[in-house]
Structure formats: structure tokens, C-alpha cells
């Protein structure tokens, strides 16, 4: 059974630092792409970047270029998005999801973990 299990979220001011994390198990993830979207209360989901695990190859969305950073650790079978400079309107549940690669449809999804950046 395939899980996704995102950490680290949090409340934060502005200005801040967060590690989210998200432990994969159940299958092998290497011909997968990682991705981390977020929702924001009363918004679409948003997409905020993703990671070939085999290539290690990254994209990001725009509002977070720059400040965001996605990795993978291949002992851990985790990824960890690292956010800098967080700005309340960063405030949203952050999702860990997983498709394989050259698919476009994420095929795993994990709970999410809340973050909350104050002004």
C-alpha cells in the first residue's frame, strides 16, 4: 500500500524558514515524479514544485521561485521541500503527491500538513 506522509509544517512569521517533509513507502519510487501542491482556504489547488526522483531534475511555480526548494534524499525514500522567506499568503495545507513520469496525473496523495506564516 503506497503511502505518503508529509511533516514539518507549522506557524511561522513572516520572513521565516520551514522543512516540510514527505516519507513515501509502498512501492519504488524511482521512475516517479514528486510533487508538493498547496490549497489555501477558499482557493484552487496550487501547484508549488516537483522533482524527477531518478534525474533529481526540478520545476517550481512561479509565486515560489527563488524561495522554495525541492530535494530528495533516495536512502530515506523522502522529499523535503525547504521554504525561505515565507509570506502569509504562503498560509496553506501542503500536499506531498506522486505520478509516474511522463504521466500527467498524480496518482498518490498524502493528507497534507498545514503552515501558517504571520504577518
Known amino acids: 500500500q503506497v503511502q505518503l506522509v508529509e511533516s514539518g509544517g507549522g506557524l511561522v512569521q513572516a520572513g521565516g524558514s520551514l522543512r516540510l517533509s514527505c516519507a513515501a513507502s509502498?512501492?519504488?519510487?524511482?521512475?516517479?515524479?514528486m510533487g508538493w501542491f498547496r490549497q489555501a482556504p477558499g482557493k484552487e489547488r496550487e501547484f508549488v514544485a516537483h522533482?524527477?526522483?531518478?534525474?533529481?531534475?526540478?520545476y517550481y511555480g512561479d509565486s515560489v521561485k527563488g524561495r522554495f526548494t525541492i530535494s530528495r534524499d533516495n536512502a530515506k525514500n523522502t522529499v523535503y521541500l525547504q521554504m525561505n522567506s515565507l509570506k502569509p499568503e504562503d498560509t496553506a495545507v501542503y500536499y506531498c503527491?506522486?505520478?509516474?513520469?511522463?504521466?500527467?496525473?498524480?496518482?498518490?496523495w498524502g493528507q497534507g500538513t498545514q503552515v501558517t506564516v504571520s504577518s
Open positions: 522533482i524527477n526522483w531518478s534525474s533529481g531534475n526540478t
Open positions: 503527491a506522486a505520478r509516474q513520469a511522463g504521466k500527467s496525473k498524480y496518482d498518490y
Open positions: 509502498g512501492r519504488a519510487f524511482s521512475s516517479y515524479v
